[in-house]
């Protein structure tokens, strides 16, 4: 993420970032296993997916471990008390939806589809 910056994903991706301070925080990988199985309806609705931590991060949800040394960008959206986060990025770059706790992917699907650029999206698609 060194070169990716949020002005490079906007009007191209919606992100999803979850900040956690170590890799096996349980609130990380009980939201990791919540993703697990999402990669059709994440791709459908133009979602990057990003751990964060500290001092690395890594695109993807997997339990992989393919960190990278972080200058990371994102790193300053955390809210600075949060042990564990998630966030929504919209397509705009702004923060649609934060939590401190895992959260069940289908919130954020539905809270994509009910936006207006969501729904245009949907409409273009019709036939």
Same mark, same amino acid.
């Given at each position: 993420?060194?070169?990716?910056? /949020?002005? &490079? ?6 992100? @999803? *970032? @979850?900040?956690? +301070?170590? +890799?096996?925080? +349980? *609130? ?56 564990? &986060? /998630?966030? *929504? /990025?919209?397509?705009?770059?702004? @923060? ?6 895992? /959260? ?6 539905? *809270? @994509? ?13 019709? +036939?």
């Amino acid at each position: 993420m060194q070169s990716q910056h /949020i002005s &490079e994903h906007r009007w191209e991706h919606r992100l @999803i *970032l @979850i900040f956690a +301070p170590q +890799p096996d925080h +349980p *609130l990380l990988q009980s939201q990791l296993e919540l993703l697990e199985g999402q990669e059709a309806a994440l791709q459908d609705r133009k979602l990057k997916v990003y751990q964060v931590l500290p001092d690395r991060y890594q695109a993807g949800f997997s339990k992989a471990s393919d960190w990278k040394a972080r200058e990371n960008p994102y790193l300053k959206r955390r809210h600075p008390q949060a042990a564990f &986060e /998630i966030q *929504l /990025i919209g397509l705009d770059g702004g @923060i649609k939806s934060a939590h401190s706790q895992p /959260i069940n992917p289908q919130r954020f699907m539905d *809270l @994509i589809d009910s936006m207006p650029m969501r729904q245009a999206e949907l409409r273009r698609r019709k +036939p």
